[in-house]
């Protein structure tokens, strides 16, 4: 079985930063596209950001230029770091990832268990 484990949420005042970790474990061949969400009271959940295994990101246009994704492959991790928070990025945060377990299976799309981010004005 595969787990994601995310850590670093918090509550920090706005136009401050926190990073965020997602670290996957259990039979993991290869960790494609690792992905983070988030989802705010009464919204849907929403993309912030992506990473592909080569390093390629793409970021929501309200997080551009104030968060930064990055991944280790050799640890199947993958991190945010958020600075110049705003109170409206206050959410539960959820890291995604597609993850192949052995040659013979197809990518399958896992998720943590979210951590909560506040950011206070």
């Known amino acids: 079985q595969v787990q994601l484990v995310e850590s670093g949420g918090g509550l920090v005042q706005a136009g401050g930063s926190l990073r965020l970790s997602c670290a996957a474990s259990?039979?993991?061949?290869?960790?494609?596209?690792m992905r983070w969400y988030r989802q705010a009271p009464g919204n849907q959940r929403e993309l912030v950001t992506s990473?592909?295994?080569?390093?390629?990101?793409n970021y929501a246009a309200s997080v551009k230029g104030r968060f930064t994704i990055s991944r280790d492959n050799a640890k199947n991790t993958v991190y945010l770091q958020m600075n110049s928070l705003k109170p409206e990025d206050t959410a539960v945060y959820y890291c995604?990832?597609?993850?192949?377990?052995?040659?013979?299976?197809?990518?399958?799309?896992?998720w943590g268990q979210g951590t909560q981010v506040t950011v206070s004005s």
């Open positions: 259990g039979s993991i061949l290869s960790a494609n596209a």
């Open positions: 995604n990832a597609q993850i192949q377990q052995t040659f013979f299976s197809a990518p399958y799309d896992y």
């Open positions: 990473i592909t295994r080569s390093g390629i990101t």
